[in-house]
């Protein structure tokens, strides 16, 4: 593997406390650009709290650094602006737009324009628009999701699709670092085979990938390195093959789904 010299997300001594309950503490790992990180927990541990503080969307101890700048105070709207992007456990769309129309609604920060310029430039907002349209279109075949499905409502697309376009508009416009929340929570067969080939697609392409993840076929085969916590603090980190031999790791969370 390359010697990576600056990740592009670094968390340091994340915490996070809903009163006196203690739902993080003491978590720092970092990603660099074409790696994927894995994190890993049994149900409770604290994973999805650990999205929520590196996204600011909850009040939280400790420190965010994306790409060499430290964003702890920065809101979560200007974190995405800044290339920093999540999908949710829960397919996130539109549904009254078609998936097509979904993905041109995440290219606003190319494509949109003000009121005035589309009334005062009517050919060009209709070339503007155009524009959008293919690009989109080109986005959604990259994430997997072929044209036949590009008119449809959202709720009308195979499960797996409704999950790829879940994963295609957290991506937007592009990111640095892109986190995925259980993205083959119900997948199987062919689905979670494209599912893995676009993790690695993603990888190669040099995106930093954080991954969530129950299904430890899937984490174990694609990540670089993986995180392991319980009840809210660290208990484990390194490659696959070391995780899978960490007796912390069997007692706390591999050996339950054994």
Known sequence: MQARTQPVLKVEDLGVSYGALVALDGVSWQVAAGEILGIIGPNGAGKSSCYDAVTHLVRRRGKVVLLGEDVTAVPPDRLAERGLKRAFQQNASFHDLTVLENMVVMLH?????GLLPSIALPFQEARRRRRAMEEAAQRLVRFGIPAEFHD?????VPYGTQRM?????????????????????GLGGADMNRLISLLRDLKAEGLALVVIEHHMDLIMSVADRIVVLEQGRPIASGTPKEIQADPRVLEAYLGRVQ
């Open 152 to 156: 449809l409502k959202p709720g009308s």
């Open 109 to 113: 920060d190319r494509y949109g324009t």
């Open 165 to 185: 376009l879940s994963i295609a508009l957290a991506y937007g416009s592009g990111a640095k670092a892109l986190l995925l929340d259980e993205p083959a929570a």
